[in-house]
């Protein structure tokens, strides 16, 4: 894969990295259901052989679990990739979940991952959401302190207002913005992406297949059977009237993958790919050999003609 210029910062990334959301397993409040840590470590090798060199994980991720399976995954290789982590999503014992951004907060938080990872630095550290707002000054303040310790090479956010990233930008440069963005989810296209090209923010998104959604592989007998540690059965994209308009799409994106020997999937990551603010997806796997179905997004481009096909589908199920 060729890689990309990362915004404002010196790292050059693949167009789709691995996120780590599912690998964190069932056991909290936004799991995936049961996740095997083997198949787990498998995936995230399987997807840098295949030529990936980023990974985005988060604390909050089965709460700590996910990073300690990113760093027993990367142990050892002798080219590491680039390390992405969060951080305002805190839990206590009894693993209930809350925001925070004051300042122990924050630097807690990076030194925990820090020791998760088992790394000496966090290549990129991103508040996780902007919560709560009026601690958006003391959490940015405490994370470009913290960068200036050596601690996180680069600063970025995520699900950020355009108003959220001014104020920020006011204090330490942001140098990435993670925002969600998919055939289902367009809401930045009219003020956040061309926030982030003016200033030359580099965009990072996530699900863009929709959290399984549009990967071609999803039906109704498989929504159903959701277990019930698995958050997608709260979501209003698997439940009628959305499922159906969504499952229609999905053939859509199936149809036109196989004109190029590629998957629903690949299909959909390479839409948001399109876009000239987007520099890169993150895109999930649970095993080995989702990855081999997705790793060709990388590389895929769809022509006019093809996103055009998309945008009509669009216009005509709204």
Not at 29 to 54: C, V, Y
Not at 141 to 168: C, W
Not at 265 to 277: K, M, N, S, Y
């Amino acid at each position: 894969m060729k890689v990309r210029a990362f915004g404002n910062t010196d790292m050059q990334i693949t167009p789709i990295g691995f996120g780590s959301w599912a690998v964190g397993g069932g056991d909290w409040s936004f799991g995936w259901g049961l996740q095997d840590d083997k198949a787990s470590i498998e995936a995230i090798q399987r997807s840098l052989d295949l030529g990936m060199n980023w990974i985005d994980t988060a604390p909050v991720y089965g709460l700590g679990h996910s990073e300690e399976v990113v760093a027993e995954a990367i142990k050892g290789r002798s080219e590491k990739p680039y390390v992405f982590t969060k951080c305002s999503l805190v839990w206590d014992s009894q693993r209930n979940i809350t925001s925070s951004l004051s300042a122990a907060s924050v630097r807690r938080e990076v030194e925990d991952s820090l020791r998760r990872l088992n790394v000496d630095v966090i290549d990129l550290m991103q508040i996780h959401w902007p919560n709560p707002d009026p601690d958006i000054e003391e959490g940015w303040t405490t994370m470009a302190e913290l960068q200036a310790e050596g601690k996180i090479r680069y600063l970025g956010v995520s699900n950020f207002s355009v108003d959220q990233m001014r104020r920020a930008q006011a204090i330490a440069p942001i140098s990435s913005l993670q925002p969600p963005y998919s055939l289902l989810s367009r809401d930045i296209e009219e003020e956040i992406l061309p926030f982030c090209q003016e200033h030359n923010i580099g965009v990072i998104v996530y699900s863009p297949m929709a959290s399984g959604m549009l990967t071609g592989a999803m039906t109704r007998e498989r929504v159903a059977d959701f277990p019930e540690n698995d958050w997608r059965r709260n979501n209003p994209e698997f439940q009628e009237p959305r499922l159906s308009r969504n499952l229609a799409l999905a053939a859509l994106l199936s149809e036109l993958g196989e004109r190029h020997g590629r998957s629903a999937g690949e299909v959909a990551i390479a839409w948001t790919l399109r876009h000239p603010a987007v520099t890169a997806a993150i895109v999930g796997g649970r095993n080995g050999s989702q990855i081999a179905g997705i790793i060709g997004a990388g590389d895929f481009r769809l022509s006019g003609d093809e996103i055009g096909e998309i945008e009509e589908f669009v216009r005509s199920n709204p």
